[in-house]
């Protein structure tokens, strides 16, 4: 697919089905972008679209089938827009940084393709606003789902959720205990964490378009 020059085009491009219940036109809303009026529209499509489908596919999707809807507050970002975010400060780090990342079609420095939302579990949500402790989800999802990285934010317990080919399997955050919980080699990194997680609901898959 060619990089969108047109309204059609781009309504083509927000059709593409990513999986069971996200599609790509979910992904492209962006606050700098329509503030600012800078196009949020893929350079490489096939690219955004091949990294999508796996983020939803792998991770999205089982967390949308287990604790009911997900709210998705950032996602995609074009070079254009996240390079503005970035020399503006708006919480964007460097392109080199974001590519395979919120900058789902370029490819990062090791080659690798990836794709980055960031998301409120409202199921989780409302716990976390009642006092639940963030890291109860946090070691949830890194029992349950392949991601790559995850980053957690004060506000509604949104994170940022990440898939990546070869994936670094870390997760940090800005919610005490600030800093990393985990990461590669880490004494925690593998074992059982469901203590955490008590009460949680046990995963759910769904398995592409129904029939």
């Known amino acids: 697919m060619k990089a969108p020059k047109s309204v059609p085009a781009l309504e083509e491009l927000g059709r593409v089905r990513l999986s069971r219940n996200f599609f790509m036109r ?14 949020n529209i893929p350079e490489d499509p096939d690219l955004a679209i091949a990294a999508g489908t796996r983020l939803c596919e792998e991770l999205l999707e089982p967390l949308n089938a287990t604790f009911g809807r997900i709210a998705i507050r950032s996602a995609y970002r074009s070079p254009t827009v996240n390079a503005f975010g970035n020399a503006n400060k708006l919480d964007c780090a460097s ?53 790559s990285r995850l980053y957690f934010f004060p506000k509604r317990a949104a994170f940022n959720i990440a898939w990546r080919e070869a994936p670094e399997r870390r997760i940090d955050s800005y919610i005490e205990p600030r800093g990393c919980l985990t990461k590669a080699g880490a004494a925690n990194q593998e074992g059982d964490h469901s203590a955490w997680y008590e009460g949680f609901p046990p995963l759910q898959t769904t398995s592409g378009p129904p029939a």
């Open 95 to 147: 392109n080199e940084a974001n590519y395979a990342s919120h900058i789902w079609d370029r490819r990062d420095g090791q080659g690798r393709m990836g794709a980055t939302a960031c998301i409120v579990v409202p199921w989780f949500a409302d716990r976390y606003e009642a006092g639940a402790d963030w890291r109860a989800l946090a070691w949830w999802i890194h029992d349950h789902l392949p991601y």
């Open 26 to 39: 979910d992904f492209l809303y962006s606050e700098i972008a329509n503030l600012h009026g800078l196009p």
